[in-house]
């Protein structure tokens, strides 16, 4: 499992699993970082959120396609 160096985690994840890098965890910062910023549902103190787990899925789901150019209907 990898984490950045924030001391909390050394203390609930069993060392032989565990590395401390920030070099590992950039990338997914990234997407958390996109996935606020175009989806309401997932952003900090915000009216909106998720009432069903398949709509979230289903809205990630269209936002990475959009990203990736998968989607046609956007274009």
């Given at each position: 499992m990898?984490?950045?160096?924030?001391?909390?985690?050394?203390?609930f994840i069993p060392e032989?699993?565990?590395?401390?890098?920030?070099?590992?965890?950039?990338?997914?910062?990234?997407y958390n970082g996109i996935l606020r910023h175009f989806l309401a549902r997932l952003r900090r103190k915000?009216?909106?959120y998720t009432k069903s787990l398949e709509m979230l899925k289903y809205s990630?789901?269209?936002l990475m396609k959009n990203r990736n150019k998968e989607l046609s209907i956007f274009n």
């Open positions: 990898m984490t950045d160096h924030w001391r909390a985690y050394a203390e032989t699993i565990h590395t401390q890098s920030k070099a590992e965890t950039y990338t997914v910062e990234g915000t009216k909106c990630v789901l269209l």
